[in-house]
């Protein structure tokens, strides 16, 4: 006898699937707040473990630097957001490793990893963003974004996770408070 799964079946183990986004600012509040609104499973990893009696969402706090606490944090997701950044002054130190810590807890968990990333790393373009613009940094900012874009397709093109990456300006959107 074969069981045909539904499309209420095909849902609701869609649904079960845990979905865990790191950092709780504003993209990863937001993100988190969507995925709930969907009925999934929701773990927010962020620098301070806050508390929440919302069904279906989890939060840790811990360093992602930190590859046993990544891999503890990623543990059992389906898919990984990697909606971290630190502030400027302190990307030269952190941006990087927390990147690392974010493909590693993916790649043990066997997660999809959608990774936020800007656009310092076209430096100062004078046409249309496309996906075909050349890589120009014109600053330190942007070299390590394109360190970190580097960090991402490698890890990819190995196998190690499956990665994609959404770049955009942190400038423009609904409700945020550097919106001009």
């Not at 930190?66 to 971290?84: I, P």
């Not at 990819?156 to 990665?163: E, I, L, N, Q, W």
């Amino acid at each position: 006898m074969r069981i045909r799964k539904t499309q209420s079946d095909r849902m609701t183990n869609q649904q079960a699937a845990l979905h865990v986004v790191l950092g709780a600012g504003q993209i990863g509040s937001r993100l988190s707040k969507l995925l709930l609104a969907r009925g999934y499973r929701v773990r927010v990893v962020a620098r301070q473990q806050a508390t929440s009696t919302t069904p279906r969402l989890d939060q840790v706090g811990g360093d992602m630097t930190d590859l046993a606490f990544a891999e503890r944090a990623t543990c059992g997701a389906a898919v990984v957001y990697d909606c971290m950044n630190p502030p400027y002054h302190q990307w030269p130190e952190l941006l990087l490793p927390i990147a690392r810590g974010a493909l590693h807890g993916a790649a043990k968990a066997g997660a999809k990893l959608v990774a936020l990333d800007c656009l310092y790393m076209y430096g100062a373009p004078d046409a249309p963003i496309s996906e075909d613009t050349p890589l120009a940094p014109c600053s330190r900012k942007g070299e390590l974004r394109v360190e970190l874009g580097e960090l991402r397709t490698a890890a990819h093109a190995r196998g190690d996770a499956r990665v994609t990456i959404g770049r955009a300006s942190d400038f423009l959107g609904a409700n945020l408070p550097f919106s001009v």
